[in-house]
């Protein structure tokens, strides 16, 4: 972007201001201009790329020009209470779930400056201080009557200003602009800290001995508050320690005194557990522990404050948050960094049987600061400094491992709240006004490119290089008979050999490299940007002359899935690349076979596992949240739920749409088990691929008399809709030598 074009941008927005002087060809001068300029105006992202897939595929990739993304962070958020700060107008309330996203109208007027949500409800605080509530009201936790309110509605008016909410399990906190902590909701376990345990709609006010609090975290059945002096109280449900008083008990029905060697600061709750952060960066925990949820390297319950083993880098913790068996805290620098129960995704990455007993970093997309963050039941949220909300485990739109939430995309989220089910998030007005007027001006801004991409897969049944493979090679065009810009050649069974255990990287790999780098140089001059072997899953992409100044910044990874989960006779390879500015990621997997119902879940399995571990602490975004990703591989996905005799019927008529009913990966992506957000052409036009007596087209005719299936496929993902794929074509090429 030159100085003339950041002029006329502020002069068409009737911004002021100067651009520092800078030559055109200088990128870092140019982004510092870049910089100047979105101090003024927060501007949103909208490089992407546009893409067909398949075996054959058009991709139009964007190149973008220095955006107003690249600007200075924000300032991070903290759980301490602050002064009241000024909202822009337009900001939002926007609820969030599958079924769709929704800003809330009733509040659209109304300037809110905190959320937070419970199991079934959330609750908004105004800039004026009133408290609206919505969703489930069984135990009166939105206040007044009614087992459900359908409108965020106004629940409480209290004679001082109210500064923050809180929820959590089926109650609801605030506190006041004189320090004043008010609870109402369910109190069967003695959460509301009136002595009594039983629910109420009416504000009670907690008892603390006349301290202000500074912050309140409400768990499953417990609640605990930070007081200005840097006390900490606890009480409610304590079967677990959870309350930090020395002893378990049924419930504590009063607060009472946490003892700390240190002031507190922030403080978390989860089902059974509590997280305290002090003044003096030290983080504590104690309650339950059956999943590493104390993150003190054990799995027996503390009911005293004990240590969190963080590593010693990290200086500073602004924010913690829990779910309800795991914990996730915000460091000064933007990390974030997780403990507890992980089989779920939460934390992102596989986790030996489901638990993570120390702090460690949750993957996510590189060079990304986080702002703010908030953990529910099985999923992690948070928000970054340039207001794109990222999830890991189940979240409202699907399974994420650092995923970007599509439902948020471009709304410039400062705040999130997660839920069961659903999520809340408030946007900045700042960043709606600025997405309008970039959606306004995005084509002056934005080069198109296309870009051609043929994606194929083969399993060689641990054969040699042959040149058999040539009739399939010489396929890689487009419409039109023009060669593809971008190849990408997934291989399984390359070799199956003993030793091919024990090294990622074979002789055998190295002979089908070769051939390939030889073939497709003659073929069309094509060069190999990117390579990776796994045992017998190999993947390399080329591209061709034209495109190869465009491709950058390589990274490759191998996921081992198979023999103790770990070894790579199953799992994936992948790759990564940059063309233009669009992150494009590559993989060629090779899941878990055979035909019984259990296998089909290793496969899914094997996918999540790979989905969440792909490219983790690689110099590129988080597999999931590439521009565009493409999938190749025998995914060993079967037919279920038809016979032989008619399996084969349907073959000889060639009747495939009517034999795709039968079939398991797409009986899964429909129901949300598998490849979610994945696409597949509309149907194959062509037979099964597997699996045939060698060196014939003749269906399996051995003892096993396997039955025919669909197990090499081509999938592709669009992330946040920013990638228009259709495919070309999707065929399949006959070749003999294997099975």
Not at 696 to 710: L, V
Request: glycine share 10%; net charge neutral.
């Amino acid at each position: 972007m030159t100085e003339r074009a950041l002029a006329a941008l502020k002069s068409r927005f009737g911004l002021g201001g100067t651009v520092e002087s800078a030559q055109p060809s200088s990128s870092s001068r140019t982004a510092r201009a870049v910089s100047q300029f979105a101090s003024e105006v927060y501007g949103n992202d909208e490089s992407g790329a546009e893409a067909e897939g398949g075996y054959d595929a058009t991709a139009t990739m964007r190149q973008r020009r220095p955006s107003l993304h690249d600007r200075a962070p924000l300032p991070l958020a903290s759980l301490q209470r602050r002064p009241r700060r000024s909202v822009a107008q337009g900001s939002q309330v926007v609820l969030f779930s599958a079924r769709g996203t929704m800003a809330l109208p009733e509040l659209s007027c109304e300037a809110i400056v905190g959320i937070d949500c419970g199991d079934t409800h959330f609750a908004a605080v105004s800039v004026d201080g009133m408290v609206y509530c919505r969703g489930g009201n069984q135990h009166f936790q939105c206040g007044g009557r009614g087992e459900t309110l359908s409108l965020a509605t106004a629940v409480l008016s209290i004679s001082a200003t109210v500064l923050e909410v809180a929820c959590g399990g089926n109650t609801t906190a605030v506190i006041t602009d004189t320090g004043q902590l008010f609870v109402w909701g369910a109190g069967e376990s003695g959460q509301l800290g009136n002595g009594q345990r039983s629910s109420t709609a009416e504000p009670q006010l907690v008892d603390l001995g006349g301290r202000r609090v500074a912050a309140v975290a409400l768990g499953s059945n417990h609640c605990a508050a930070c007081c200005d002096d840097g006390a900490l109280f606890a009480w409610g449900a304590n079967s677990f320690g959870q309350c930090g008083i020395g002893q378990a008990s049924e419930a504590v029905l009063t607060p009472m005194s946490v003892p700390l060697a240190a002031p507190a600061k922030l403080v978390a709750c989860g089902r059974q557990h509590t997280i305290v952060s002090s003044a003096e960066r030290d983080v504590l925990s104690f309650g339950g522990n059956m999943y590493g949820q104390l993150g003190n390297g054990r799995l027996s319950s503390e009911t005293s404050p004990t240590a969190v083993l963080l590593p010693p880098h990290i200086q500073s913790v602004i924010m913690v948050s829990s779910g309800y068996f795991h914990s996730v805290l915000l460091t000064g620098s933007g990390e974030l960094w997780g403990w507890g129960e992980a089989s779920k995704g939460q934390l992102g990455g596989p986790v030996v049987r489901g638990t993570r007993c120390k702090p460690a970093p949750l993957p996510c997309v590189s060079n990304v600061a986080f702002a703010h963050l908030s953990c529910s039941a099985v999923c992690t949220l948070a928000a970054s400094d340039n207001g794109v909300v990222y999830g890991w485990g189940r979240v409202a739109d699907g399974e994420k491992n650092g995923n970007a939430v599509s439902a948020l995309e471009a709304r410039g989220i400062s705040r999130v709240a997660a839920a069961p089910g659903f999520g809340v998030a408030l946007t900045d007005g700042r960043f709606e006004w600025i997405n309008s007027k970039m959606r306004l001006v995005a084509d002056d801004f934005t080069n198109k490119h296309t870009v051609s991409v043929w994606c194929g897969t083969f399993n060689v049944n641990n054969k040699p290089p042959s040149s058999d493979i040539r009739p399939w090679l010489s396929t890689a065009r487009v419409q039109g008979g023009k060669p593809a810009d971008v190849l990408c050649i997934g291989l399984q069974e390359v070799d199956l050999t003993a030793g091919a255990l024990l090294a990622e990287e074979t002789k055998r790999g190295d002979a089908w490299r070769r051939h390939l780098d030889i073939y497709l140089h003659d073929l069309d001059n094509y060069t190999r940007v990117a390579c990776r072997q796994l045992v017998g899953i190999y993947l390399a992409v080329y591209v061709r002359t034209a495109v190869c100044d465009r491709v950058s910044e390589p990274v490759d990874a191998a996921i081992g899935a198979g023999l103790l989960g770990v070894m790579g006779n199953k799992g994936a390879v992948a790759c990564s690349i940059r063309i233009f500015d669009s992150y494009v990621a590559f993989v060629s997997s090779h899941l878990a076979a055979g035909e019984e119902s259990e296998r089909c879940l290793d496969r899914n399995q094997n996918w999540s596992t790979v989905m969440q571990t792909a490219f983790q602490g690689k110099p590129c975004p988080a597999l999931g949240s590439h521009d565009v990703v493409f999938w190749v591989g025998d995914l060993n996905y079967r037919l279920s739920g038809c016979s032989m005799f008619q399996a084969k019927a349907l073959i000889a008529q060639s009747r495939w749409s009517e034999l795709l009913e039968y079939d398991q990966l797409r009986r899964e992506m429909r129901e949300g088990n598998s490849f979610i957000g994945f696409h597949e052409a509309a149907a194959p036009a062509f037979p099964p691929t597997y699996k045939f007596d060698v060196g014939t087209d003749t269906y399996d005719t051995s003892e096993k008399q396997r039955m025919p299936a669909w197990c090499d496929r081509v999938l592709w993902m669009s992330n946040r809709g920013k990638v228009d794929i259709v495919a070309d074509s999707y065929t399949s090429s006959r070749v003999l030598f294997s099975d």
